[in-house]
């Protein structure tokens, strides 16, 4: 009679190999026998697994579609091959997005990407989100509605998402901002993954308006880059950062932001990143290495639109990801049908390569962090 490898080695050694696995085989090992498929879904494994998997991240690339047909679409790959071939990354197979006619991508974290939906009515707007993990390719239900009523006069709420994990509670948690114009009242709302409702823990005024849609996550907090609407500080600005773990919120001052127009925000390298246009001279990137802490600023690039080789006519130049010391920079033309990507080698200060591609049916790239794991987006 044969023997399995589960009977004849420790559990916690078959863990410690299968954790540096790929979710992919560890998937297909689920099917050996009931022991391993207990063993791959230890909750010690899984969190051992994404431990080792986010030490060499993968990129997510995301675009969406001119013609309606999808939302958008996503593709996965390692930094050092996005780096060496960027153009070559956006060919190949796409992920099996879930229904991609109606959800919107809207944060990534530890694996999983959430995703919103909506539907508007004469009377109110319902807004719900759900969970899907890539990599295991399962995806939630879609969690309970969020209800938002006009009342006797239609009110237009501006809706604003961020997805992050709160370590205190060992808990993923999606943030929804809501701006009524109308008050200018700024109410913020909770889900936190398997609950049975929203909470609204916070609610303030005046508001806030972010120039990005999406909240990004860093060390338990979300955070959105916008102007507050209090008269004495409008058009300063500003990051709100909303603190997963205890539900509360602050405002940070972002520096040398005269005469500088806003272009991108994101996290690279464990910093909070704010790309900045200098009168279409030059372009800076401003890094927020303490979230909680608005000293830790300081300057990660700043460079002429003439050493980067590109038109300052060029719009939306920002960075797609980070790796050591090089920074991998797309633009595109207004109108234009290329994309250009840059890869800038901050240690030297200087350009390394740069080539275009075409996108006949792309808009505008996105990226993000994306470490393959086992967690159940339930």
């Known amino acids: 009679m044969a023997i399995s490898s589960a009977e004849i080695l420790p559990h916690e050694l078959l863990m410690e190999i299968m954790s540096w696995l790929p979710v992919m085989s560890l998937m297909q090992f689920r099917c050996v026998s009931k022991t391993w498929k207990f063993l791959i879904s230890n909750p010690y494994l899984v969190k051992l697994h ?33 780096i060496k071939s960027p153009a070559q990354s956006f060919c190949g ?30 009377g109110c707007e319902q807004h719900w989100v759900c969970f899907w993990n890539p990599a295991t390719n399962i995806c939630s239900g879609p969690s309970p509605s969020l209800l938002l009523y006009y009342g006797n006069a239609r009110v237009q709420h501006y809706m604003y998402f961020g997805f992050g994990y709160d370590d205190g509670r060992d808990s993923y948690k999606v943030v929804a901002m809501v701006l009524d114009w109308t008050t200018l009242q700024k109410s913020m709302w909770v889900y936190c993954m398997g609950d049975v409702c929203w909470r609204c823990p916070l609610m303030t005024s005046p508001g806030f308006y972010p120039f990005d849609s999406n909240g990004y996550s860093l060390n338990g907090t979300v955070n959105w880059i916008g102007i507050s609407l209090e008269k004495s500080k409008f058009e300063v600005l500003q990051i709100f950062s909303y603190d997963l773990k205890n539900d509360t919120c602050r405002y940070l001052s972002v520096p040398e932001t005269k005469d ?58 920002r960075i797609l990801c980070m790796w050591g010391d090089l920074l991998l920079l797309t633009c595109s033309e207004f109108g234009g049908a290329y994309n250009i990507i840059s890869i800038f080698n901050l240690k030297e200060n200087k350009v390394k390569r740069t080539q275009g591609y075409y996108k006949p049916f792309l808009g505008d790239i996105f990226c993000c962090h994306y470490a393959p794991s086992l967690i159940l987006p339930i």
């Open 260 to 317: 500088s127009e806003f272009t991108s925000m994101g996290v690279f390298n464990g910093c909070l990143c704010v790309s900045l246009d200098q009168g279409m001279i030059g372009f800076v990137v401003l890094a927020l290495k303490d979230v909680r802490d608005e000293r830790s600023w300081s300057r990660l690039l700043s460079v002429s639109y003439e050493t980067l080789k590109i038109s300052p006519h060029y719009h939306n130049l």
């Open 93 to 122: 197979g796409i992920l099996p997005c879930p229904n991609p006619y109606k959800y919107y991508l809207f944060g990534s974290c530890n694996g999983l990407l959430s995703l919103h939906d909506s539907l508007s009515t004469n």
């Open 50 to 82: 994404l431990e080792r998997s986010s030490r060499n991240p993968k990129i997510l690339l995301m675009a969406k579609q001119r013609d309606n047909n999808i939302c958008f679409w996503a593709r996965s790959r390692s930094l050092p091959c996005f």
